[in-house]
């Protein structure tokens, strides 16, 4: 399967939260690979490994909203709990033997480029803003 890489197109312009996303590429990269594996064991464990990073960075990256007083915190905040959910969801299919890994590709791809591009990008703009002030 393809292989997902950084671009500046991802660049949120706060250097720790670029860092971590480059972070959660390489963990997302190294599940696709295993997806076509068929080894459960190892996708769960490759899944497990990128939801925990997952959970780390969206309670780092709620901080730093919190601490610059980011006006669109709160609606940021139920996005991460419903991704999260999405997430949950997704580890149910792979202990079920259930998993469509073409479907989760899909999310992730969807979740990175637009969570990213699309939400991320705000809070990027406005703490760089206050920052500048």
Do not use: P
Request: aromatic fraction near 10%.
């Amino acid at each position: 399967m393809a292989e997902f890489n950084w671009d500046n197109s991802l660049s949120v312009g706060v250097i720790e939260m670029d860092n971590q996303h480059k972070v959660l590429i390489d963990f997302i990269n190294k599940l696709v690979d295993q997806i076509g594996s068929g080894d459960n064991a190892v996708i769960l464990q490759k899944f497990d490994e990128l939801s925990g990073y997952v959970v780390k960075h969206f309670e780092e990256e709620e901080a730093l909203m919190d601490k610059f007083e980011f006006s669109g915190v709160t609606t940021h905040k139920l996005i991460h709990k419903q991704l999260l959910e999405r997430v949950g969801e997704f580890r149910d299919k792979i202990v079920a033997n259930s998993l469509d890994g073409d479907e989760l590709v899909r999310f992730l791809k969807v979740w990175l480029t637009s969570h990213i591009k699309g939400i991320d990008i705000k809070y990027g703009n406005e703490i760089n803003q206050k920052k500048a002030a």
